[in-house]
């Protein structure tokens, strides 16, 4: 069996309805993805009744930014703006019979931004 590894996945990511190739977030030191889905139980006289809830999905990128990288301040300009991206993160290591690669891909907006510059 092999382990799925980190090294695995690539991440690319363009401005939703852009007429270009995306941009491969480059040096990615984690990514994280995270789907919940919240559920509604409402009591009745005839029992319960589940309501189907309302489908998040949160993607975390860490990584390191080169000195001349516009990526990042595309990406603040767009948390500022509300500008939705697309986002997709490829499976290197898995291609199906037409030779495609394994990809999940997600529409959303950027909810914050964190630029850290340690010593």
């Given at each position: 069996m092999a382990i799925k590894q980190g090294t695995d996945e690539l991440v690319l990511i363009r401005k939703a309805g852009d007429k270009k190739d995306a941009n491969k977030?480059?040096?990615v030191t984690e990514l994280e993805r995270e789907t919940e889905k919240d559920r509604d139980t409402e009591a009745t006289v005839d029992g319960p009744v589940n309501s189907?809830?309302?489908?998040?999905?949160?993607?975390?990128?860490?990584?390191?930014?080169?000195?001349d990288d516009t990526l990042c301040d595309e990406i603040e300009d767009a948390t500022e703006e509300d500008?939705?991206?697309?986002?997709?993160?490829i499976n290197k290591k898995v291609k199906n019979s037409e030779g495609k690669y394994k990809a999940e891909?997600?529409?959303g907006y950027w909810n914050s931004i964190d630029r850290t510059n340690d010593a």
């Open positions: 977030v480059m040096w189907g809830g309302t489908l998040e999905s949160t993607v975390t990128i860490n990584c390191y930014m080169n000195q500008t939705p991206y697309e986002l997709w993160v891909y997600r529409q």
